[in-house]
């Protein structure tokens, strides 16, 4: 037998040692034992591939109006049924949740840029710039987010923007205001790790305070933020549900759950109708709380002080 079959063999037969796994391979094998997360991530895959491709296969298409049609109970033509102008409720449901999870998408990230930003700045630097940031940060906390969320969107409603358009706003608004929980805990990690050893390298190497702060100090701040991320998407989904039900947010004829579900704005359309409100409802049931589940699997993988 030559050295190399033996060489092979020992190797084969040898386990990898659970210390010489990288660390996300680490979370990884920590998020695929909780089942929970597994489905939450299992769901929201679906739900997204449902939006996502779901109208194409559709007969129907968002602009078919049949008033011959309209109000009729599931079947086997209409899965969903139809609602008041004889629209398909399955595609537009579809087609809402394109809306709804582009929303909660984009209002996040744009929260994430914001709050990542100004948290590393104000770890890093402290003093006055720390202290301004988090002054800031405390008046945005210091709002109340759903009053003022509908006095802007009356502000949009009275300038008359195009439909097609508001979504953007809506995102902006939105984000704009949902930063400061994730500054807060990018700052506190900051401040931690820049009394670490290899940020005195950096210091030893002369490096620029622009390549300390987005080169060393956020990658490891990464963590935190998809956790908080995860969990701001389910914030803002909920977040534009609520304006859109109350006429303020996604506006007719461009769908979304919430409008969807204020649809059924009267006794008769809320229980003899239940096609019109149930279905979006569900939807927004059930995103949210697979997100919040793969949220919390994230946490808990992400984690390094978790045990084994």
């Known amino acids: 037998m030559s050295v190399e079959t033996v060489t092979s063999e ?3 037969q040898v386990p990898v040692r659970r210390s010489e796994l990288s660390p996300w391979r680490i979370a990884w094998s920590r998020f ?4 929970l997360a597994v489905i939450g991530a299992i ?4 739900m997204a591939g449902i ?6 296969i559709s007969p129907y298409t968002v602009n078919d109006y049949d008033l011959s049609q309209k109000n009729l109970s599931p079947n086997s033509k209409y899965w969903l049924g139809t609602d008041k102008l004889g629209r398909d409720i399955l595609l537009r449901t579809m087609l809402a949740g394109r809306i ?4 909660g998408l984009v209002a996040t990230v744009i929260s994430v840029v914001i709050g990542s930003t100004l948290g590393a700045l104000a770890g890093f630097y402290r003093k006055n710039v720390d202290t301004i940031i988090m002054r800031i940060a405390d008046i945005f906390m210091s709002l109340p987010t759903l009053p003022l969320l509908i006095i802007l969107g009356a502000v949009l409603s009275d300038l008359k923007i195009d439909p097609s358009k508001r979504i953007y706003f809506l995102m902006l608004i939105i984000g704009v205001l949902s930063w400061t929980t994730l500054s807060r805990l990018v700052r506190g990690q900051i401040l931690t790790l820049r ?5 005195q390298a950096t210091e030893a190497l002369g490096l620029r305070d622009r390549r300390k702060i987005f080169r060393h100090l956020l990658p490891n701040t990464i963590p935190t933020i998809i956790v908080t991320a995860t969990l701001g998407v389910a914030g803002a989904i909920i977040t534009e549900s609520a304006l859109s039900f109350l006429g303020l947010g996604v506006v007719q004829p461009t769908p979304s759950w919430g409008n969807m579900i204020s649809a059924a704005n009267n006794l008769i359309d809320f229980r003899k109708r239940p096609w ?3 279905p979006p409802g569900m939807c927004i049931l059930i995103t949210v709380v697979a997100i919040n589940l793969m949220g919390d699997g994230l ?3 992400l984690d390094p002080k978790m045990k084994r």
């Open 10 to 12: 020992m190797n084969q």
């Open 32 to 35: 695929a034992r909780n089942k």
């Open 43 to 46: 769901v929201i895959m679906l």
């Open 51 to 56: 939006s996502i491709f779901g109208p194409m």
């Open 100 to 103: 709804s999870l582009m929303v």
């Open 195 to 199: 009394e670490q050893e290899f940020m």
């Open 276 to 278: 019109l409100w149930i």
């Open 299 to 301: 946490r808990d993988a």
